[in-house]
């Protein structure tokens, strides 16, 4: 009984590491798209600055 409860603690630990762990993994790639996506944005931004100061 000992040793069954010990596996459903460890797989409990390991189901709720690995959600943490997928947890982070799309955090850190929807922080790398935003940050993409904004300096896109800025670099357009820049162009009709660019054009009215060529003009």
Request: proline share 2%; glycine share 0%.
């Amino acid at each position: 009984l000992n040793y069954l409860s010990n596996i459903s603690l460890f797989s409990f630990a390991l189901s709720i590491w690995v959600c943490l762990f997928l947890f982070k993994i799309i955090l850190s790639i929807m922080i790398v798209s935003y940050t993409i996506s904004e300096k896109k944005h800025l670099k357009n931004l820049r162009k009709p600055y660019d054009d009215i100061s060529a003009l």
